[in-house]
């Protein structure tokens, strides 16, 4: 069974950082691409940034660019999610994605991580 | 940047009946990245269609999409119970995706 299981989410200060990590299990991690993508409270769903299955290609949402940084860990089954200079408008969950194959929709997602910016 | 527009907003429906939800791209999308997902109230978003027209594992088959270009349509040919929730469209074109703003199905 596909899991995915993110965690790291919190309440952070506008300007802070936080590091959400995504754990998989149940596929082999390493052949597939993987995506973080974000729900604000009440609202629709946002795709945050993309990484390949071997991490050598990497796509940001203009709205992060510059402050998130994806990362994968193939060893560890594991995808990351750096967030610097945090906005309020960056609060949402944070979903865990697996890509499908050829047709590229998000087959698999996790529970999703709650982040609060505020002060 | 590809914009999706779903209408409408709301549907009101009784179960047994048929929904149609329509998604609109402001420019042609190709129709093997385009997909639907069903989001229930605390729940993360479930796969239904790809491909536009093509059921995710374990979908049920009054579940259907169609379209080209710019116009897709699901279509849940009987309403069940649980398939009262919102309803995205989301495409992929040139290193990004992007989702419609869903349409609430809601019983009447």
């Known amino acids: 069974e596909v899991q995915l299981v993110e965690s790291g989410g919190g309440l952070v200060q506008p300007g802070g950082s936080l590091r959400l990590s995504c754990a998989a299990s149940?596929?082999?991690?390493?052949?597939?691409?993987m995506s973080w993508v974000r729900q604000a409270p009440g609202k629709g769903l946002e795709w945050v940034s993309y990484?390949?299955?071997?991490?050598?290609?990497?796509y940001y949402a203009d709205s992060v660019k510059g402050r998130f940084t994806i990362s994968r860990d193939n060893a560890k089954n594991s995808l990351y999610l750096q967030l610097n200079s945090l906005r309020a408008e960056d609060t949402a969950v944070y979903y865990c994605?697996?890509?499908?194959?050829?047709?590229?929709?998000?087959?698999?997602w996790g529970q999703g991580t709650l982040v609060t910016v505020s002060s | 940047e590809i914009v999706l527009t779903q209408s409408p907003g709301t549907l009101p429906l009784s179960p047994g009946e048929r929904a149609t939800l329509s998604c609109r791209a402001s420019?042609?999308?190709?129709?093997?990245?385009l997909a639907w997902y069903q989001q229930k109230p605390g729940q993360a978003p479930r796969l239904l269609i790809y491909?536009?027209?093509s059921r995710a594992t374990g979908i049920p088959d009054r579940f259907s999409g169609s379209g080209s270009g710019t116009d897709f349509t699901l279509t849940i040919s009987r309403l069940e119970p649980e398939d009262f929730a919102v309803y995205y469209c989301?495409?992929?074109?040139?290193?990004?995706?992007?989702f419609g703003q869903g349409t609430k199905v809601e019983i009447k």
């Open positions: 491909g536009a027209s």
């Open positions: 989301q495409q992929y074109g040139t290193s990004s995706w992007t």
């Open positions: 990484i390949s299955s071997s991490g050598n290609t990497i």
């Open positions: 149940g596929f082999t991690f390493s052949y597939y691409a």
């Open positions: 994605t697996r890509l499908m194959t050829g047709f590229l929709p998000f087959d698999y």
């Open positions: 420019q042609s999308v190709s129709s093997s990245y």
